[in-house]
């Protein structure tokens, strides 16, 4: 059919051509494109406010949303004041920022609440944290399927593990300190925080994995985490675009994953083929597999012998569901300890007393004899030092908010109810600077923890959190700081040079000082590695 017979040809038939703007005006008359897009724009913004004002409910927070966005602008730096402020502003408060509302929970007991109540929230870290981490990663999962994770991972915080742990991290500490000693010789007075990252990295990697990860690797994933902590601060955009922080975080932790897989692997054919545990990973792919040897010898009707304990309950984990998993401890430890590393060696550069009574006691425990190999009876006599890292972990604790996903309206007081699939973020640092609990808080003093009364305040002590989320690691993490500065208090003498801003905080994740810590190291005794 040519064109002159087709139906398209024919005048009646002619397919209109009618803009976005023409519909509109068939439709609604006069009205034009312009004003119709600037109407649903205010609809919408509209319904934002209303929206956030439901929410909201009476409790503090901006008495109108800056649209859409909230106040996600003044996010992209954080300060502290402003978190401090938020805190003291009410027990509830909120913020709203893209689609997320936001309940903050300051009070000792409202923070508790949050952190003990499974059945109206879970954790969440951010909107982009399952995307990073992954959907699948034990940390996001509820009842039974955490409890088939955590029922097999602690035992690798018991005392014989922690004990058997401390060698490897005793040589690393001697490492790092002729390192540090040499980058102040080249270069005195430098910001030592990218170091404390760095010993820390190693430290958790080494601790977790042993020799299956090479130091490349270790020192790789070291310099890129930093990515990885950006792209989970508290407030960023909710989805991944190409070239921002989540994407370049997403890129990282694909790597670190892959690496981690690669030791889960490795670990399984050494013990397979008769290997002992040399760390963290071998010690649970060794109860992996006792348990199902456990499990099949009962399968044949066997028994065990009289006096022989029956192995943890545990299933035998994929490679990919074991790094996730060491991505986890890496993620909880790498900040956090950094953070802790950080304050320490400035507080006691600071406060020469303190050095003087750590080193004292650090000579005491060994008889005298610096290069005696630190162990669990040596630690457990560290009275004084263990009150240094507590303090410091109560002065400059280095989680200071835990975010949650409400999973279903959640009545945390007598006033308000969080509402579905909002986050509630449990505040820990109020608690820990209470001045009813702990007298003169902004005062660092150990001495509060051996002649004080602040042992006997376990409902402020949120460090570590509490519930069935608690820190698995919290024992670890005290007995690494303490091992550390014992160490480095024998073989170093260290000067911090303050500037205006050292005792300012920093919030990247954890809490920094705001120059990082400028430092000097010298060698006090030979280091012998």
Known sequence: MDS???????????????????????????????????????????????????????????????????????????????????WASG??????????????????????????????????????????????NWVFLDGKAHVDYRRGLNGLFTRKALGEYLPGQEDLYKRYFKRWVQIS?????????????????????????GDYMSDEVVKRISDDYYKITAALELVNFPIIIPFTKTWYGKKCADMVLKEFADCAEKSKKHILAGGEPNCLLDRWVKGMYSYRDYEAMKERGEKLEPGVQAPVSTRLFTDFEIAQTLFTFLFASQDASSSCTTWLFQIMADRPEILDRVREEALAVRNGDVHKAIDMEMVDQMIF????????????????????????????????????????VSTLYPALHDPEVYPDPETFNPDRWITGDAE???????????????????TYAQLNFMAMISMASLFLDWEHHPTKISEDIKVFATIFPMDDCHLTFTERLPIRH
């Open 385 to 424: 030092t263990r009150a240094v890292v507590k303090e410091c972990l109560r002065y400059r604790p280095p989680v200071i908010m835990v975010p949650y996903e409400v999973k279903r309206d959640f009545p945390i007081s007598e006033g308000y109810t969080v509402p579905k699939g909002s986050m509630v």
């Open 456 to 474: 006997k305040a376990v409902k402020n002590w949120l460090v570590f959190g509490t519930g069935p989320h608690y820190c698995l690691g919290q």
């Open 4 to 86: 002159q017979t087709s139906p398209s040809a024919v005048p009646g038939n002619a397919a209109p051509n009618v803009s976005a703007g023409g519909v509109i005006e068939q439709l609604f008359g006069s009205v034009s494109f312009t004003s119709f897009a600037v109407t649903v724009f205010l609809l919408c913004v509209a319904y934002d406010q209303f929206v956030y004002q439901r929410n909201r409910k009476g409790i503090v927070g901006p008495t109108f949303k800056l649209p859409f966005m909230g106040p996600f602008l003044e996010s992209i730096n954080p300060k502290f004041q402003e978190y401090a402020a938020k």
């Open 185 to 209: 010789k080249e270069t005195p007075n430098v910001p030592f925080m990218p170091e404390f990252r760095e010993i820390n990295c190693a430290l958790s990697c080494r601790t977790f994995v």
């Open 91 to 136: 027990p509830l408060s909120c913020v709203s920022v893209f689609h997320k509302f936001v309940v903050i929970a300051s009070t000792r007991d409202l923070a508790r609440k949050v952190l003990n109540s499974p059945q109206y929230v879970k954790p969440c870290v951010v909107d982009v944290a399952k995307k990073i981490l992954r959907p699948t």
